[in-house]
């Protein structure tokens, strides 16, 4: 099946692999939230639980070499206006919500240290964006 849009998350490669489990958790989730169109239903089993729904599209899952490559991909997928998320690298030391938007707010566009970001739009966007970008081993 292809999709119309397209989710995609980057992650930086030199990322310890916890860092990297929360850092896409964290990015899924806000593509989650902000586009409550892409969620899919509950699942029920046979005993009739209920369990939370997936998003209704894969995602894919990109690596970084570099600072470079991110931030490449983050400015093109800037310049063609899709829907970014961001992680970057001082939230691995803070622990709520408050001391995330506070780390954030301290940098611009230019000067955050991307450690992975999400990006949703129109499928070719996406695609172009990314390019030169490999699928995450």
């Known amino acids: 099946m292809i999709y119309e849009n397209k989710i995609a ?46 998003i209704k599209q894969p995602m894919m899952i990109y690596a970084a070499n570099n600072d470079e490559e ?17 992680y970057t690298e001082p ?13 954030i707010g301290k940098y611009t566009d230019e000067n955050q240290v991307l450690a992975g970001m999400i990006i949703y739009g129109e499928n070719r966007k996406v695609s172009k964006a990314l390019d030169g970008l490999k699928i995450h081993q």
């Open 9 to 54: 998350i980057v992650i930086k490669n030199d990322l310890k692999d916890w860092q990297k489990l929360n850092v896409v958790s964290f990015l899924a989730s806000s593509v989650a939230i902000r586009f409550p169109e892409i969620h899919g239903e509950p699942f029920v089993n046979a005993s009739g639980t209920s369990y939370l729904p997936f």
């Open 70 to 86: 991110i931030k490449r991909a983050f400015n093109r997928a800037k310049d063609r206006d899709l829907s970014i998320g961001i």
């Open 91 to 103: 939230l691995f030391s803070t622990k709520c919500e408050e001391e995330n938007h506070i780390e």
